[in-house]
Each structure stands twice: as structure tokens, then as C-alpha cells.
């Protein structure tokens, strides 16, 4: 089994730019497999962890409501965003400036063959950062990604997840708001959940501005214990 994994962090990518990249990582994992597996050979497949921040775009995931999009691609125009259908699960999500977005393509062959944890452990990744900013964050029952005073009225989600997997090989995966403008939630429904308000690091820190840069250090610290991994940095590729 191969533990390590190769980080890029993509800096500002355009979206599409950065699915096809995902893409073609994912492909590359899958070929091997099935390589290895028709030929009876154990060539160790690789494992990649994707940091990028987006523009302005909203993604629909294969079984979302194209209804939780509250407006026409005029208006998403003007507020300069885009608009893709993609394959993930999950339902709609807003990506842009001031998010700390994460793609790990990992051949869970390598970890655990456990989507279900696979998601545990991506949740406790941001849990864990998050408490060291001294925020409670907690899952919500039946529902993907992190969020805080869970169970009260002022419930708010402050990560969300999304992510496909096949034969064991994952991508998409985690958008965190740091220094999110949240006004571009007001223009969906988010994960298709109705009467639950969207948060960011800095806004519940009452500061201006978090330092992007110290949230992936601690996401990468976090996620390198819980998946007893091996980063290996690289440069952008793409």
C-alpha cells in the first residue's frame, strides 16, 4: 500500500481547468489498477491532495435540484459567476474567492475501502482545524460536511462535501468558507438544505481576514494523522 501523497496547491484555477485536471489524475489511478489487476502486477498506484481557490461558480451535483439555483444565467453573469452540472454527489454548491477548496484523488486501496469513513475522516479533518480556533464544529445527521450549533436555530454550515468514487479511487471533494463572501449564498438554496444560514472562519472570528495559509497547513496536519499519510509537496503541473 502506498501512503503517500502528492500535494499541489493550484493557487486561484479556473474551475473547469481544475476538474479536468482531477480528472485526468483520477483516469490515471484507474488505469493502473485495472493494469495491475489484468496483468497480476503490484505497481503502487499514486495518491494526489489538490488545494485550489475558484472564481465565482455554482456546481450541481448528478442527484441535485436544479431548482435550489434561485436565478438565470443572466444574473450569475453580472455577479460574474459560473454554472456546471458535474459528478459528484451532493446537491448545488457555490466555490470562490476566500474558500480553502480540497480535491484528494486517493486510491482508498491504499487506505481504507470505506467511503463512508472516507467522509468521517474528511469531516474530522476540518472539526479538528476548526477547534484550533477555538470553534466547536460538529457533523449534522443526514447531513454532509461541518457545521456549527448543530441542532438550534442558529445551526450553520461552514463546510461542505461533495465526492465520487470508483473502484476505490475518490475526487472532488471539500469546499471550507475562511474568508468567504457569503452573499453569494443568497443566490441557492445550498446543498439543496432550506432555513439553515452558511458561515465563514473570519466572520465567526470577527476578524477581516484569516490567513488562508495557515488553514491548509493545519488541514494537511490533520489529514496526514488521520489517514496515517506521507505528504510529498510538488510543483503545479497543470
Given at each position: 500500500?502506498?501512503?503517500?501523497?502528492?500535494?499541489?496547491?493550484?493557487?486561484?484555477?479556473d474551475y473547469k481547468e481544475t476538474w479536468d485536471y482531477q480528472e485526468a489524475l483520477f483516469k490515471d489511478i484507474v488505469d493502473l489498477k485495472v493494469k495491475n489487476r489484468r496483468e497480476g502486477t503490484e505497481v503502487d498506484t499514486?495518491?494526489?491532495?489538490?488545494?485550489?481557490?475558484?472564481?465565482?461558480?455554482?456546481?450541481?451535483?448528478?442527484?441535485?435540484?436544479?431548482?435550489n439555483l434561485l436565478v438565470d444565467e443572466q444574473v450569475l453573469k453580472a455577479k460574474g459567476a459560473t454554472f456546471y452540472k458535474i459528478n459528484r454527489g451532493g446537491d448545488i454548491t457555490y466555490h470562490g474567492p476566500g474558500q480553502v477548496v480540497g480535491y484528494p484523488i486517493l486510491d482508498l486501496d491504499n487506505f481504507f475501502t470505506d467511503i463512508h469513513k472516507y467522509l468521517r475522516f474528511l469531516e474530522e479533518m476540518v472539526i479538528l482545524t476548526l477547534a484550533e480556533y477555538g470553534l466547536r464544529?460538529?457533523?449534522s445527521e443526514g447531513e454532509t460536511g461541518v457545521w456549527l450549533d448543530v441542532?438550534?436555530?442558529?445551526?450553520?454550515?461552514?463546510?461542505?462535501?461533495?465526492?465520487?468514487?470508483?473502484r476505490w479511487v475518490t475526487m472532488h471533494g471539500f469546499a471550507l468558507n475562511v474568508n468567504a463572501d457569503l452573499g453569494?449564498?443568497?443566490?441557492?438554496?445550498?446543498?439543496?438544505?432550506?432555513?439553515?444560514?452558511v458561515t465563514s472562519l473570519n466572520v465567526e472570528l470577527g476578524?477581516?481576514?484569516?490567513?488562508?495559509?495557515?488553514?491548509?497547513?493545519?488541514?494537511?496536519?490533520?489529514?496526514?494523522?488521520?489517514?496515517?499519510?506521507?505528504?510529498?509537496?510538488?510543483?503545479s503541473i497543470v
Open positions: 500500500m502506498n501512503k503517500k501523497v502528492r500535494v499541489q496547491d493550484l493557487g486561484h484555477r499514486p495518491n494526489h491532495f489538490l488545494f485550489v481557490e475558484h472564481p465565482h461558480v455554482y456546481t450541481l451535483g448528478k442527484s441535485g435540484d436544479i431548482g464544529a460538529e457533523r441542532g438550534t436555530p442558529f445551526a450553520r454550515k461552514i463546510c461542505a462535501m461533495g465526492v465520487r468514487a470508483s453569494y449564498f443568497d443566490l441557492m438554496i445550498p446543498c439543496g438544505i432550506k432555513d439553515k444560514a476578524k477581516k481576514e484569516v490567513d488562508i495559509e495557515e488553514v491548509k497547513a493545519k488541514l494537511l496536519k490533520h489529514f496526514t494523522a488521520l489517514f496515517e499519510a506521507e505528504l510529498v509537496s510538488s510543483e
